[in-house]
């Protein structure tokens, strides 16, 4: 992780509003499924476009891909300062839809972006 662990956690669904069909449409993006593979590590990331693997887009754009991640349940966001820090919502997804997450980043394997 980067960053203090202190800091306000953005607005997300609770784990029981998680709904499948915004994960699908959330991740029906190529942008976002390959932020869902770099959050797999389950460590908290930056919001480094350059570290992400997505300095050919503006970081409007990558805050908007986060923004979407986030709403639907994917992923939470910590506001420390002017810092984001991302992490994916493992625990919460794997409650929610057991298996779905592991079936979804093994065939997602070597997509490119």
């Known amino acids: 992780m980067t960053g203090d662990e202190d800091g306000a956690l953005l607005p997300q669904p609770e ?66 300062g002017r810092n984001r820090y991302v992490q994916l919502r493992r625990a919460d997804l794997d409650a929610r839809f057991p298996g779905f997450l592991d079936a979804l980043l093994k065939s997602a394997e070597g997509e490119e972006l």
Do not use: F
Request: a positive charge; glycine letters at 8%; hydrophobic letters at 35%.
């Open 15 to 80: 784990t029981g509003d998680i709904r499948l069909v915004k994960i699908l449409h959330a991740l029906g993006d190529p942008t976002r499924l390959h932020l869902l593979r770099v959050y797999a590590n389950g460590e908290q990331c930056d919001c480094s476009s350059e570290r992400l693997g997505l300095d050919h887009l503006h970081k409007s754009t990558v805050s908007h891909h986060m923004r979407i991640m986030r709403e639907a349940g994917i992923t939470s966001t910590r506001a420390v």
